[in-house]
């Protein structure tokens, strides 16, 4: 994933009124969003993907769950690297196809973008400026560079806009406007998050600083944030050692490795799959005392419906972890910006 | 992933004539397979589900991969214990599930054949014996206790059983029959390369056996694999932290921590996504001195022919990861059977 280089706020990287103001562009989106569905559903779409590599595939997983409980519809996550392979079957011309580049210039982002092309698969897609390379590839482009630049929050509430019109043209979603209402309060919510968690998140960095390797457990809606945080800000940024797991899948191999002094970061939302993270945070708490929860239900989300908490818990989550990296890098002293290979090394 | 405590054999684990016998078994499943594939589909099947978790899911990942290319029958992977929460809303009467619990006793996947049945959703699954409480749950039980303790060729054996019977009875798959004659000579193509490698995966077993951390790389139809030899075998069974990553992820953050002296295991295929992995490996071998490729090209696999050495190449990986496993627990002196907390520990 990479950052926008001249994204600067005040407070550590935040300042509020640049935030909403950033955010609230977001929502301007949705006349565009639902006239590009419009027009896919006039031609046909008998299924949903979306691809991604990295930041950007991890970014749409919540989405998934989103989709797949509420439609009957398929719904496919597939690596862009992998979708220009031809791989899926299903994959037609009836198929609409989500893609998503900050840059615009993801390599992988683009090559998918051209096949689709090629092969008359529409597509959708992000990227924060007009003369990305990508635009000019997608069927349907968007272009949109609002959002935080150590986190995923704006990243999904674009994508929930995207996937709430696709949802709701396809006859799954009656509650469209009531959805799109909290949606429009999320930077509101999402700020308020930040100014509440950011001293407690400042505190954490601060102890982890040193620590040479985590394991991050999230279930559900927020395993994208889990697999992203791991692998683009502590791996990619940080350089430090990671494995991203899921709650259920913990107690199927790396449980053994939990040690009294072993760093775990538990992601516990509001979904349907709470439960299964809890069951990681009990046992956890009986081995290690290095357990750090993040658990949005803390989180008080002003304006957010109670029915929507568990839709938006993975913006709340990174709400918070935006604020954990912007502490990590000067707890840490390691530039989020520094890479040893990634668009430094040809490979 | 549990082992079964009185299989026992000789050169470390192996003994060409009971592993041939073993796995001689399996194909005997075909007839009782396809009854039970022909009775579903006389019900009706809309969709294909496989449900799993830790070791059984990530055997039914290659799965995935070959249904998805031949099928646009919508395929979904489910974590058993996610299944259970009935988010995927695709899942109806017209799904056909597919579990495997090769001691027939595991939590999640009983819970996923109750759930299922009480939804009036058919499974057919697997397990190592009759008694075993899953079989009394599951609308088509198998029961088939062959294959190797150390490694998953004979899961995925089973299982391309069960996902070509339904590809064919689906119409998705006009080479059944040709298919089927090479799954009857895998056998001898897997005592082959056990053969083969035994040497070499003895030596890299010693080699290895002091290292703390090994990052794993693998894509397409031998991620699963990748994941579960990361989780299962390195952190369940030998205690060792690993990071498994899809090859074409691998680029999106994990890279930046490989140096000089980070062991990192390749594991390269056969299908359309090997040159994503070529990728890797390049790139590996520019940074680290411990870069271990295994590529199933290399294996001679008699009496499999070419186009279907794709397909099978998840299995002839686990042929080399089984004799690994056997001389790595000697090398570490760490037994396989040995937990802290898994079955040993309430949670």
Redesign the interface.
Same mark, same amino acid.
């Given at each position: 994933?990479e950052l926008k280089g001249d994204y600067k706020m005040t407070y550590k990287n935040y300042d509020r009124e640049t935030y909403l103001n950033s955010f609230k562009e977001i929502m301007k989106l949705k006349p565009q969003v639902e006239k590009y569905i419009d027009d896919a559903f006039e031609k046909g779409v008998d299924?949903l993907v979306m691809a991604g590599? /990295? /930041?950007s595939?991890s970014i749409m997983m919540p989405m998934e *769950?989103f989709a797949?409980? %509420?439609?009957?519809?398929?719904v496919y996550m597939e690596?862009?690297?992998?979708l220009v392979?031809?791989?899926?079957?299903?994959i037609?011309e009836k198929s609409l196809v989500v893609l998503y580049s900050e840059s615009g210039t993801t390599k992988?982002a683009i090559a998918a973008a051209e096949y689709c092309r090629e092969k008359g698969i529409p597509t959708i897609g992000v990227s924060g400026n007009e003369e990305a390379p990508l635009q000019k590839l997608l069927t349907y482009p968007i272009v949109c560079g609002a959002g935080d630049e150590l986190s995923c929050d704006g990243d999904h509430m674009k994508l929930f806009l995207i996937v709430s019109a696709i949802l709701h043209k396809n006859g799954d979603m009656d509650d469209y406007d009531e959805f799109m209402e909290n949606l429009a309060k999320l930077p509101e919510a999402l700020a308020n998050i930040k100014e509440e968690v950011d001293e407690e998140a400042k505190a954490y960095a601060y102890q982890i600083k040193d620590e040479p390797?985590h394991m991050l457990v999230g279930?559900?809606n927020l395993w994208g944030s889990t697999y992203c945080f791991?692998?683009?800000y502590l791996?990619?940024m940080q350089?430090i %050692?990671?494995?991203s797991?899921?709650?259920?899948?913990f107690?199927? /191999?790396?449980?053994?490795?939990?040690e009294e002094d072993t760093s775990i970061m538990i992601f516990k939302g509001e979904d349907?799959?709470r439960m299964?993270t809890e %069951?990681v945070e009990?046992?956890a708490k009986?081995?290690s005392k290095k357990v750090k929860v993040i658990d949005t239900k803390e989180y008080e989300a002003e304006g957010i419906a109670e029915k929507y908490r568990g839709d938006l818990s993975p913006a709340f989550l990174e709400a918070y972890l935006g604020r954990l990296t912007a502490h990590l890098e000067d707890a840490t002293g390691h530039s989020l910006d520094i890479?040893?290979?990634?668009r430094v090394?040809d *490979?």
């Open positions: 994933m299924n590599v /990295g /930041g595939i *769950y797949k409980k %509420r439609t009957a519809m398929p690596n862009a690297a992998e392979l031809g791989i899926n079957k299903a037609t992988e390797y279930s559900g791991a692998m683009c791996e990619e350089w %050692r990671t494995k797991i899921e709650s259920p899948e107690f199927h /191999g790396t449980l053994e490795l939990l349907e799959t299964l %069951r009990n046992f009986k081995i890479r040893r290979y990634y090394m *490979y």
